[in-house]
């Protein structure tokens, strides 16, 4: 048939050229198909960002309350930051459902996004339309990514500054699991790791269930294995310092000790104390310079009288935003891992008619 | 001498799942703009067929064309030819509205016919404002098969289409896709295993067997290239042709026979013979049967 005959018939038959198969019609598609879990999405993340940057208000009043420094326990400002206060508890809530939203992305928004395909066998339907089915995937898994990437980085944003005014009122380091996973880029990068690993155990699973436990699972144990692994991603810095003296200046900034800095008390007696040479000094020997007291609080005056030390591994504050890097590179490597074999997958899927 | 226009050709077509062959040894034609009945039991491979065709599963061995370019799966249709595919399950989404249905066609496809579509749901009075999860199993298909023609294929391909209508729809709905069919100059391969569903709707036969192709060609050829002849018991029969079918009781015998390519007048050479033009139906049980003793003859004969 000719370009003219074929334009005529169109004409004739109200052909509708319209936005069929492009990224209108796509995104079209994505959201309809998908509307109400990008509404929940966006509810829940705007009730979030809402909560936290009024938080992020509250806090800052109380820093300049305390003439900008740490609050005195004692006062009602450092009450409010202490303890178990209503405070404190919804700051831990809401630093908590940060660190979990990209398992609540991979199960809500990642997973279905083929498994509902596939359980209500509607693939066969969209991929035997004009739009291949590689192109379907990838105009989706790219809407749903910069929906995902808009919401997350707003929810980051606003964690990053809540967690920072957290470390100027109070004494937590920025270094810490919690707030390291809840500040910079990380809880959208991650977020969107999960995304990508949701999509594709759906697409591996077929099944959404079995893929939710898979994502879960997945997710709980990563999450273990970074809190375990990352305070010594590079080598450590070491130092000593003075029992009884007062806290290293290295140690301020958002520093995360490692290792050390504390005296344990063992079935072999107290270890962690050395000597002003640096040698460490054995339970006898600690417990023949200084007696047990009893609780009296001595033996603790005896060691900063006898200049005894105590040793640290520690990574400094500085180094926060390449160990952001790192761990950010991590999770990007397993997203790129997960859209790789997606695509491995969506090419390799054989659809049957009966 | 060129035969008509080819829609659909296969090459010794192969799919195999696991150690079983879905399909082998496929070698056939399918004309442009017409009614292809591909026919066969459960299992015959008819579904594996038509997936193949529509791109969506691959093939092990063998290449088939449609309009003379290769199928291969997950390609888009772009330059290509444009096919459309009917599951068995009529798929749809369940909570999409039919008037959503229809805009998924509009969003997917390059050409979109939206009044063929929405005349079809008319023409069997199906509401445009239900979801597709609360319609009945009839008004399902109907809308599966309004998306699949607002999409204007040129090669449309229906999976079992009429099993979920009752008597008066299916008369209904074959006569209005033969309808839609010639204005159109689609090519419609329609898949049942139901013979009787066949009377008057396909113009062209595909018969599968345990995955190969047994008959093949245009409906109205294949009915005058066979007779019945019956007549007194015989070894062979009167007339030329090959033998499909050869029954036999203690005085009488009855041959199912191809008569050859070359036109020959169809005498009955010997008295009391008579020769019986084949109905469609008894044609299809006649090498269904034949094909299933086939491999008990090579059995024997090995």
Partial sequence: MSQMTRASAATDRQDDPGYGGGVRGLLWLTWRQHRWTLIGTLVLAAVLVGWMTYLAVELTSLWHQCHETFCPEDSPQGRRLGGSSSLVLTLTVLSQVVQWMPLLIGVFVGVPVLTREHEQRTLLLAWSQDVSPQRWLWTRLTLLGLFVAAVTTAVAGVSDRLERLQSLVAPVTLFDYGPFLNTAMLPAVISLCWFAVGVALGAAIKRTLPAVFAVAAGFVGLTYLVRWRYPTLREPLTAHRPIGGPNLDVLRDNALVVKGGMINYGLDGPSGAFDPSGRELSGVELQQLCPPDNGTGRTFACFAEHHLQQHLQYQPGSRIPEFHLIVAGGYLALAALALVTLWWIVRRTDLSAG | ?302
């Fill in chain 2, 1 to 302: 001498m060129s035969g008509p226009p080819v829609a659909v050709e296969a090459r010794d077509l192969g799919r195999r799942y696991g150690t079983v062959w879905a399909l082998r040894e496929c070698d056939f034609v399918l004309p442009t703009s017409r009614i292809v009945a591909l026919v066969g039991a459960n299992g015959a491979g008819k579904s594996t067929l038509l997936s193949i065709i529509a791109g969506t599963l691959s093939a092990t061995s063998g290449t088939l064309l449609v309009h003379g370019r290769p199928v291969g799966r997950g390609r888009s249709t772009d330059g290509g030819s444009r096919v459309a595919i009917l599951a068995q399950d009529k798929p749809l989404y369940r909570d999409f509205t039919v008037s959503d249905m229809l805009r998924f066609g509009r969003s997917t496809n390059r050409v979109w016919d939206q009044r063929r579509a929405l005349s079809w749901l008319r023409r069997f009075d199906v509401p445009l404002d239900r979801r597709c999860g609360k319609l009945s199993g009839g008004q399902r298909a109907q809308v599966a098969l309004a998306v699949a023609l607002g999409s204007r294929p040129e090669v449309l391909l229906l999976d079992e289409p009429l099993a979920n209508l009752d008597p008066v729809a299916r008369t209904e709905v074959t006569g209005e896709l033969m309808a839609e069919a010639a204005d159109d100059d689609m090519t419609v391969v329609l898949s049942t295993h139901i013979i009787a569903e066949l009377s008057g709707v396909g113009d062209h036969l595909l018969l599968l067997d345990a995955g190969r192709p047994v008959l093949t060609g245009d409906v109205e050829d294949l009915l005058d290239g066979h007779v019945r002849m019956t007549g007194p018991r015989a070894d062979q029969p009167p007339g030329p042709g090959v033998i499909v079918q050869a029954q036999h009781t203690e005085r009488q015998s009855t041959f199912v026979l191809r008569r050859p390519a070359a036109p020959t007048a169809h005498a009955v050479v010997a008295p009391g013979w008579t020769a019986q033009p084949v109905a469609l139906d008894e044609l299809i049980l006649t090498y269904l049967r034949a094909s299933a003793r086939a491999p008990h003859e090579r059995e024997a004969a090995a």
